[in-house]
């Protein structure tokens, strides 16, 4: 008796799904980079609140290369955010944004996988630049924390 083989075939319209969904999580990241920027206070937290405010900045391009190519690729960029989680203290903030960005690591180091799977090389290459603002915002954050740069993995 032959046996089905399962069909792990990656198509395009799943990829446009699962990119909406890291538009999502930048939207996600804007929303809360802005308001945490704003709310931290203290002067131990003045530094990182600067650099907050860049992150923002950086996720906004990011958002804006993920629609671009959502929209290349046949789709329609989401339009909503994942729910952003907000706190009175500093360190429950900054706790929020580095789970954030491990999981934003972990789906961005699979969406490469991914792409790659497709031949969207183009994508790709904008999809590791974003990798490496996110890494960089992980490193912040975890710094800022007092902590070691956790490694996210990357999703299955």
Request: aromatic share 6%; with cysteine.
């Amino acid at each position: 008796m032959a046996t089905k083989e399962k069909d792990t075939t990656f198509t395009k319209k799943q990829l446009i799904d699962l990119l909406n969904e890291d538009l999502q999580r930048e939207f996600q990241a804007i929303i809360a980079y802005v308001n945490y920027s704003q709310c931290l206070k203290g002067a131990a937290y003045m530094n990182i609140a600067s650099e907050l405010e860049v992150h923002a900045k950086e996720e906004l391009g990011h958002a804006l290369k993920l629609s671009y190519w959502i929209d290349l690729l046949g789709g329609t960029p989401a339009v909503t955010a994942k729910p952003v989680k907000t706190s009175d203290k500093a360190t429950d903030m900054l706790r929020f944004d580095l789970e954030n960005e491990k999981e934003t690591i972990r789906n961005y180091r699979r969406r490469v996988r991914q792409v790659d799977t497709l031949n969207e090389f183009a994508l790709g290459e904008d999809l590791r630049e974003i990798l490496r603002d996110e890494q960089d915002h992980l490193n912040a954050l975890a710094t800022a924390l007092g902590e070691d740069t956790p490694d996210p993995g990357i999703a299955d």
